[in-house]
């Protein structure tokens, strides 16, 4: 079993930045796909919608809305993963979580509890 544990949310102005945390405990067997998602208010849980990650094979990808603006990175043993988020839009308010999950064993995918980012003007 493996826990997911974010922080670092917060609410802040547009143009701030926040680094939000995700720290892993337990076993981490077969993991090798790490993420961030959001869940924009009102949208169901089921329609969380894929913010950045990083590949099995270290390659990091983002969705389209985050390009030039959002860092995903881990610490070299991938206990804790990061989303460094600058210029943040009021679009952004949602509430984040870190996925960790696998690409070849069917099944395995953990979350966390979701950090809230809260974007006003």
């Known amino acids: 079993q493996l826990y997911l544990a974010e922080s670092g949310g917060d609410s802040v102005q547009p143009g701030g930045s926040l680094r939000l945390s995700c720290r892993a405990e337990?076993?981490?067997?077969?993991?090798?796909?790490l993420g961030w998602y959001r869940q924009l208010p009102g949208v169901p849980d089921n329609q969380r919608e894929k913010v950045a990650a990083i590949e099995s094979s270290g390659a990091t990808n983002y969705a389209d809305f985050v390009k030039g603006r959002f860092t995903i990175s881990t610490d070299s043993f991938k206990r804790t993963l990061y989303l460094q988020m600058n210029s943040l839009e009021l679009e952004d308010t949602a509430v984040y979580y870190c996925?960790?999950?696998?690409?070849?064993?069917?099944?395995?995918?953990?979350w966390g509890q979701g950090t809230q980012v809260t974007v006003f003007s």
């Open positions: 996925n960790y999950a696998s690409s070849w064993r069917h099944g395995v995918g953990y």
């Open positions: 337990g076993n981490m067997f077969s993991v090798d796909t």
